[in-house]
Structure formats: structure tokens, C-alpha cells
Nanobody, 115 residues
Framework: QVQLVESGGGLAQAGGSLTLSCVTS????????MGWYRQAPGKQRELVAR???????NYADSVKGRFTISRDNAKRTVYLQMNSLKPEDTAVYYC?????????WGQGTQVTVSS
């Protein structure tokens, strides 16, 4: 059974930093793409950042230059380094992994940024 478990969420002040981690129960390189999504109250889930098995990355415009996604296949972990946090970054952050057939989701971790 494939599981993705996020950690690292919490409370931060505006301008601060947090690092999210997502550990998978299977080898990372089984996923074509891994990513982070977020969902704020009353809003749809949106892509934050994703990284391909080849290491190519793409980011939402709202986080470019502030967030960095990376993956460590040996540790079966994908990271999201979040700097210069803003109150509008407040959301539940979900880890995502996609192979050729299925999309897998973690349970989510809350990030709250105070002004």
C-alpha cells in the first residue's frame, strides 16, 4: 500500500520559514512526478510546486522565488522549503505522487502564517 506522510507544518510569522517533508512508503523513483498542493478554507486545492523524476520543477506564480521543492530518492522524501512566508500562504498542504496510473495523496499538514 502506497502511503505519503507529511510533516513540518505549524505556525510561522510573516517573513519566516518552514520546511515540509513528505516520506513515502515506496521508492520515490516509482513516481513520475511528486508535488505539493495546498487548500485554504473555502478555496479549491491548488498546485504549489512539483518535481519530475528527472528533477525538473515548476511552481505556482504566487510562490516563485520563495519556495523550493526537492526530492531525496535515497530517503524516499520530498521537501518543500518555504521562505518569506505570507499570511496568504496559510492552508493545508498536501503531498502528491503520481505514477502512470494513479495519483496518491498524503493526509495534509496545516501551515498557518500570522501577520
Amino acid at each position: 500500500q502506497v502511503q505519503l506522510v507529511e510533516s513540518g507544518g505549524g505556525l510561522a510569522q510573516a517573513g519566516g520559514s518552514l520546511t515540509l517533508s513528505c516520506v513515502t512508503s515506496v521508492r520515490n523513483n516509482l513516481f513520475n512526478t511528486m508535488g505539493w498542493y495546498r487548500q485554504a478554507p473555502g478555496k479549491q486545492r491548488e498546485l504549489v510546486a512539483r518535481i519530475s523524476s528527472a528533477g525538473r520543477t515548476n511552481y505556482a506564480d504566487s510562490v516563485k522565488g520563495r519556495f523550493t521543492i526537492s526530492r531525496d530518492n535515497a530517503k524516499r522524501t520530498v521537501y518543500l522549503q518555504m521562505n518569506s512566508l505570507k499570511p496568504e500562504d496559510t492552508a493545508v498542504y498536501y503531498c502528491n505522487g503520481e505514477d502512470s496510473i494513479t495519483v496518491y495523496w498524503g493526509q495534509g499538514t496545516q501551515v498557518t502564517v500570522s501577520s
